[in-house]
């Protein structure tokens, strides 16, 4: 498993000269681009193209630096501290240039590749419709091709594309003979294509939002991208990186709220000694900074799983192979994003609640990014469909036979009938007892609603946060016992613990929640389960908490 303590030379670098262009190049703009004043957000992605931070998932026969996609989440990482601009670059560099880097012909790769990597071009994603949100496919934008069969006829309007004000290039999505959805490469200066007024937004204000209106938008039949028919696929498959992406934007912001919370209460007095003193301060400082320890470990660790999945796909021929690739650890990503996203919504309520009265009032950092992040819950798929995504994904996985889904329940049924519930400090333990909680409940879910699980939302919700608590936890786990020899200070096993009592926390209300549903005639189970979670003991709690505060004020934020 790969974390930030693996990150090597070459990704230092990368992740230094990343935070030194958010903290020196755009930090100082922050007003301007508040003010939506978008040649200062346009000035500053060619900045970035320059310095090769636009570039790191293009080939380089393409004018790319080729990178790994442990880089790309650095970069992501570093430039989600900037709030609406980190959407601007994030944006453009994985939902609106990766269709053209996996699906696009040698020549749609050579024509736009090269300009989108130096920041001549930037990109955006059409893909949302006035009736066509989460159903994606419910969209009602048209393609007909010409008499002549030189160009199709795009007609139709998205809705809030990102980057719309100011992009060159635009991935549209479009039903060819009214059924065959298909993606199509668009430029800004095609006849047909119009851009509404910019809305008038909550937050993320330097990133144009836009409708991008498409009246008999001629298009060059050479600007389909993949095959007539399949554009869902490149649809679906490239959002998994974008919530990978949005993931890693969130762990960095988060960092940042942290850092900001931290420095206003230990400068800020009342009652005669820094808010920071006091014991509610350091418990939240101690439970915002272990949120972000299992937010980073999950994204880390998925990062290379998708680097080994995907590397020299940008190559591939076979676009199945290229989409099988993209989906292969689409439930993992979908992961990164809930949990990262509402890690950083944590985070800024949290960081904002520190700096009290001052935290509503604009001129502090915090008022901006509680602003800036409510959008991250709805981006690339709302955390509702990402969550609802996760136990579909995994029970058509187990069907398909690719996960030994009939061994493993039946092991986790064996397992909660001999399993010891005496009083324990084992996290290893308390691991195996989520996943064996989470497939048994699967399980159970999957007999008693059969074919019609997936109308049962509720429990499929709840069956989705069981995973993402148990991959939070298996990650947080994994990188403590992985690097336990390095430490000195004991921050990370503090850090670990802080996030697994949390989880068990949350995992004994999740299992309230469905116990009428699932475990209503499940007795022995329920008392098993119920007599499981309560068996991990976490003492000390305060004591480790204001430890954990004493590091991440000591060393002004949060330190990997």
Known sequence: MFFPED?????????????QFAIKEVEPNRDAIEDQEFPVVVGLM????????????????????GLDKISKGLVGEEVGRTGSYGVAHSNHTCIATLPITYYGTAEQKRKYL???????????????????????????????????KTHYL??????????????????????????????????KDFSGL?????????GIKGSSTCSVILEDCKVPVENVLGEVGKGHIIAFTVLNLGRFNLGSACVGASKYALSEA???????????????????????????????????SMQYRTSALLEEALHGMDQEQDQRLVATALSEYAIECAACKVYGSETLNYLVDEGLQLHGGAGFINEYRIEQMYRDSRINRIFEGTNEINRLLLPGQFLKKAAKGVLPYEQAVKDAFTYLHEASTEESGDRLKLVQDIRSIYLVLVELARRKY??????????????????IHLFASESVLMRTRKYRDEQKDGIKQHLMEASLEEARNQILFLVQQLEGELLEEQTKIRNQIDSLLKSHSFKGSIHRNRGVASYIYEHGGYIN
């Open 154 to 187: 795009l007609n139709g309007t998205k809705l809030y594309i990102t980057n719309a004000a100011f992009s060159d290039t635009f991935i549209v999505y479009a039903k060819v003979d009214g059924n065959q959805y298909t993606a199509f490469i668009v430029e």
């Open 450 to 467: 059969d074919t019609h699980l997936e109308q049962q939302q509720e429990v499929l919700m709840k069956l989705s946060d069981l995973a």
């Open 194 to 202: 119009e851009l509404g007024p910019e809305e008038k937004k909550m």
């Open 46 to 65: 060619k900045k970035a193209g320059k310095l090769g931070l636009l570039a790191h998932s293009i080939p380089e026969e393409f004018g790319g630096l």
């Open 262 to 296: 931290v420095d206003h209460i230990t400068e800020r007095k009342q009652f005669g000694q820094p808010i920071a003193e006091f014991g509610v301060s350091k418990e939240k400082i101690a439970k915002m900074a272990a949120r972000i320890y299992a937010s980073e």
């Open 7 to 19: 990150l090597t030379d070459e990704h230092k670098m990368i992740k230094k000269s990343a935070r």
């Open 114 to 148: 090269p300009k989108l990597a130096s920041g001549e071009y930037i990109g955006a994603y059409c893909l949302t419709e006035p009736e066509a949100g989460s159903d994606a496919m419910g969209g009602k934008t048209t393609a007909v091709l010409n008499e002549t």
